[in-house]
């Protein structure tokens, strides 16, 4: 099931242009990028490596926000007043600004770092 759904999202995205959207597909083909035959190789690492640590990061801060009722109503209010709607919300220049949404990233990473190693309490 995971090879066939990750032929079809290649097959699908490969029918349009490259630079059609602003995805992961066109910045791994684009100038210098991966060749469309190295594409299949390449997905499979990059679901693989990717997929399981951003999702474990995300758990771990929102696990962590969770326990902390403060730093969450910090970082919603700095969420809600920095963007007027969930569509504002991209890699922009207005998401630079969040300073408490990376302080809040790079403290749950501390805090249950993803790589192998000593946990920091």
Known sequence: ???????????????????????????????????????????????????????????DALFHLSCHKDAYSCLAMEIRKTFSSSDEIRPAPKLTFCTYLHTVINESLRMTPLAPGPLIA
């Not at 992961?24 to 399981?52: I, K, M, N, Q």
Request: glycine share 10%.
């Open 1 to 59: 099931m995971f090879t066939e759904a990750i032929t079809k999202t290649i097959a699908k995205r490969t029918l349009q242009p490259a630079n059609s959207k602003t995805d992961f597909y066109a910045v791994v083909t684009g100038d210098g990028g991966l060749h469309h035959s190295e594409l299949w190789r390449g997905s499979l690492f990059f679901v693989l490596a990717g997929g399981s640590t951003v999702e474990t990061a995300i758990c």
